[in-house]
T-cell receptor
Framework: AQTVTQSQPEMSVQEAETVTLSCTYD???????LFWYKQPPSRQMILVIR??????QNATENRFSVNFQKAAKSFSLKISDSQLGDAAMYFC?????????????FGAGTILRVKS | NAGVTQTPKFRVLKTGQSMTLLCAQD?????MYWYRQDPGMGLRLIHY???????AKGEVPDGYNVSRLKKQNFLLGLESAAPSQTSVYFC????????????FGQGTRLTVV
């Protein structure tokens, strides 16, 4: 079974600065997808960014980008020019393409605090 | 454009009581999932469904049952609630494609006293 590990329970960043959230995963598969979800205090789960494992190019979405290292099974999220609205819980998630149900497996989450 | 709707949003149960959480999606998604979120543990899969009339166990299925009689609805039942089932419950749905994002409901905060 796949596992996802987020080793940073909590991170802090100054407004306008850059922060990187770490994620590692364990799988024997070669085709899969990785996601970062944001959960603000409203509890809503919001997709931030996705990465296809077959693509070498790192995904970017405006101020959000990832560093995908397939061999190392690492998938970190970089937030540039941090804003107060970025404060939230961030979850890394793995999705198998081959397993029945294509289930999402989540890490434990990282709480991001943004200081003004 | 409702997306995924969970009912209720909050509930307090006494130990031993039963209840059903309803998840409804209007995106014609094949796959639906029930997760629970606990501090320090992320989201853990309880049960899931790959289509109308199908259900399967996830990582933490004990104490829960599910049904998917209609494609758009996925019900999660607690037959005899226990304090260990105090949690936030999320329903999610997606298309039958691995790259597709999963869309989540707003969550149900359940407290069992």
């Amino acid at each position: 079974a796949q596992t996802v590990t987020q080793s940073q329970p909590e991170m802090s960043v100054q407004e306008a600065e850059t922060v990187t959230l770490s994620c590692t995963y364990d799988t024997s598969e070669s085709d899969y997808y990785l996601f970062w979800y944001k959960q603000p205090p409203s509890r809503q789960m919001i997709l931030v960014i996705r990465q296809e494992a077959y693509k070498q190019q790192n995904a970017t979405e405006n101020r959000f980008s990832v560093n995908f290292q397939k061999a190392a099974k690492s998938f970190s999220l970089k937030i540039s020019d941090s804003q107060l609205g970025d404060a939230a819980m961030y979850f890394c998630a793995y999705r198998s393409l081959r397993e029945y149900g294509n289930k999402l497996v989540f890490g434990a989450g990282t709480i991001l605090r943004v200081k003004s | 454009n409702a997306g995924v709707t969970q009912t209720p949003k909050f509930r307090v149960l006494k130990t031993g009581q039963s209840m059903t959480l309803l998840c409804a999606q209007d995106m014609n998604h094949e796959y639906m999932y029930w997760y629970r979120q606990d501090p320090g543990m992320g989201l853990r899969l309880i049960h899931y469904s790959v289509g109308e009339g199908t259900t399967a166990k996830g990582e933490v299925p004990d104490g829960y049952n599910v049904s998917r009689l209609k494609k758009q609805n996925f019900l999660l039942g607690l037959e005899s609630a226990a304090p260990s089932q105090t949690s936030v419950y999320f329903c999610a749905s997606s298309y039958q494609v691995g790259r597709a994002e999963a869309f989540f409901g707003q969550g149900t905060r359940l407290t069992v006293v």
